[in-house]
């Protein structure tokens, strides 16, 4: 079955930077968008980073935009979160998510939990001084 696997979160100081891997299986990645998502405490779930199935289109929140980066390795079947300078309220539990797409269309779906179908289990982030 479809298992997506998170990595990476931990402790960092504002300002650091932290790098999280997202490992799928039972799916191939050319028919998925990859997102990462984030919840902290007393939060909604939100859209942090969304990355198409085929064309490597990406979408970022205003929150992190110009500070992470989303990319992919479909060789690996990996879907990475670079995050850097990052911020006390970057603080979350990091998700990253799957929907599938048809390899023959480019789908522009928003960056929300909604869209996504298959779910990680989180890796936490926590910024503090």
């Known amino acids: 079955q479809v298992q997506l696997v998170e990595s990476g979160g931990g402790f960092v100081q504002p300002g650091g930077s932290l790098r999280l891997s997202c490992v799928a299986s039972g799916l191939t990645l050319d028919y998925y968008a990859i997102g990462w998502f984030r919840q902290a405490p007393g939060k909604e779930r939100e859209g942090v980073a969304c990355?198409?199935?085929?064309?490597?289109?990406?979408d970022y929140s205003d929150s992190v935009k110009g500070r992470f980066t989303i990319s992919r390795d479909n060789a690996k079947n990996t879907v990475y979160l670079q995050m850097n300078n990052l911020k006390l309220e970057d603080t979350a539990v990091y998700y990253c998510?799957?929907?599938?797409?048809?390899?023959?269309?480019?789908?522009?779906?928003?960056?929300?939990?909604?869209?996504?179908?298959?779910w990680g289990q989180g890796t936490q982030v926590t910024v503090s001084s």
């Open positions: 998510a799957a929907d599938p797409r048809s390899p023959h269309l480019t789908v522009r779906a928003a960056c929300a939990p909604y869209v996504y179908d298959y």
């Open positions: 990355i198409s199935h085929n064309d490597g289109s990406t």
